[in-house]
Every structure is written in C-alpha cells, then in structure tokens.
C-alpha cells in the first residue's frame, strides 16, 4: 500500500507543465486577441504531456500492485498448476 508521503512525491511530477500551461494561459488571456500560434502549440504540447505522465503514472502504480495482489492471492490458495494437488 502507498504511504502519503509516497503519494506526494510522485504527483509532483506533472505539475511542473500544469503550472506552465496555467502560466501560458494566463499570457494569452491577458495579451488580448493576436495570440501567436506558437503559444497554442506550446499548450497544447503541455496537455499532452501531462496527459500522458499522468497516465504513465497510473499503469505503473496500478499494474504491479494488481500482479502482486495476484500473486499474494495464489501464493495463498495455493498453486495448482505445478501439480499441488489435494
């Protein structure tokens, strides 16, 4: 199980796009209606990339525990596949 602390450290990750994007975002609202394309570009490749950290992240924590979980539930049945039968 994942401590707290745990939790924190790998959330910080991401966040250094989230508050570029939020930065950027606020440039383009505050420098009215000629808004380089540039600048929407640079959003855009920020979404993604917490996007996709984000979900990166999400397989690796959840994948392992999922395996471990079912490894821990067949170590405690028992394994039947290699010939232990009752």
Not at 28 to 51: F, M, R, T
Not at 57 to 77: C, E, H, Q, R, Y
Request: aromatic share 6%; charged share 15%.
């Amino acid at each position: 199980m994942l401590t707290i602390r745990e939790i924190r450290m790998v959330s910080l990750i991401p966040d250094i796009f989230m508050f570029q994007t939020a930065a950027d975002a606020l440039s383009i609202i505050n420098s009215g209606p000629g808004i380089p394309v540039s600048d929407l570009y640079e959003i855009a490749s920020n979404v993604v990339k917490v996007s996709v950290t984000l979900r990166a992240m999400a397989t690796g924590l959840i994948v392992p525990k999922m395996l471990f979980d079912g490894w821990l539930l067949l170590s405690k049945n028992g394994d039947r596949r290699h010939g232990a039968h009752s």
